[in-house]
Every structure is written in C-alpha cells, then in structure tokens.
C-alpha cells in the first residue's frame, strides 16, 4: 500500500496541493461573497476594500488553510498558486492608477495592500478572535497611503478654525470672496453639528 506522500512525490508536494487547494477555496469563497464587488459599482479603491474584508473574513473562518497559504515563509518561494489573487489584486491597482487616484505605483499598492492584510488577519488568527475595528483601521489607512488621501474627515471645528483663518486675512482672496467662503464654511460645520 502506497503511502500518502507516494501521490503527491513527497511531503512537501502534499504542502502544495493543500495550499493550491487553499487559493482556490479562497477565490471561490471571495468571488461567491454577496458582498464582494456589490459596493463597488467600478470603483477599484472601493473594490479594494471589500476585498480587504473578505480576506480576513475568509483567514478567520480557515485558519489551518489560511496559515499554510500565507503564513508557512521560506526565503526565496512564493506558491505558485499565489499568481491568481495577486494579479487580480494588480488588475485593481492598475485600474486605480490609470485613475490617477494612486499616489504610488500599482506594484507598491499592491505590495502595501498585501503585507497589511496579511498581517492583520494573522494576528486574528493568533489572537483567535477577530478585531474588525483595527482591520477596518489598518484598512483605511492602508488605502490612504496608497491614494495620498487623508482618510480623515474634516470636523466642525477643523471647518470653522479655516473659516477664522479666512476671515482674519481677506486680502488673500479678496473681501467678497472670503465672506463668501466664510459663509460656505459655517453652513458646512453647521451641518457637520
């Protein structure tokens, strides 16, 4: 009777299988998520994101296949099975620098989207709990990095210590311009109230 190894050439052949396995679970589970792609209407950074949450998603719900797929490192080897998601991770990134809404090549995105998302979903699979708060933090600060945006939303006093600023210099933009732009400036943190 041949051994279990005897299928795959060896133990580690057997590794691979399980991994290659593994990504196409992966891929099946995110292209099979209602909410993959749902948000996104086109949008590559919004398609970004979704896809963030399904990868943690999917590395807490299969942490044996999850650790062997990304957490399982050797100097100089990717799994081969590893192209597909990359490159479907790239295809975004392109998209969004063909946008001009990437402040950083579509290979450095990619590149930072991976090693964050990775790193988050490890530690839940470490900790064994999830922490959709610090994903969600990691993720958006991620994207910020990646598109030059702040991610940050202005507050009512941010607006309103502009419009001082504004007022206290109306040379700059000239007397009726700046009452203008005050004006604007305290409906919109009026609104933020």
Known sequence: MPT??????????????????????????KQGDPTHGQRSGGDPIQAISDGWDAHV?????????????????????????HAKPTMLLMELTSRAAAEGRL???????????????????????????????LSAA??????????????GRASSDDIRRIASLAANSPEVLGAAETALLCQWLRRLADHLD
């Open 57 to 81: 998603r999917f590395g807490l719900a299969n942490p044996g296949f999850y650790t062997l797929m990304y957490g399982k490192v050797r100097p100089g080897y990717s799994p081969a099975a």
């Open 138 to 151: 990691v993720r958006d600060a991620t994207i910020a990095g990646i598109t030059g945006e702040s991610g």
């Open 103 to 133: 402040a950083v090549s579509p290979e450095q995105a990619a590149a930072h989207i991976l090693v964050a998302n990775i790193g988050v979903t490890l530690r839940g699979i470490v900790l064994a709990e999830s922490d959709p708060e």
């Open 4 to 29: 279990l190894y005897h299928f795959f050439g060896s133990k580690q052949g057997l590794i691979d299988a399980v991994v290659e396995h593994g990504f196409e679970l992966y891929l099946e589970v």
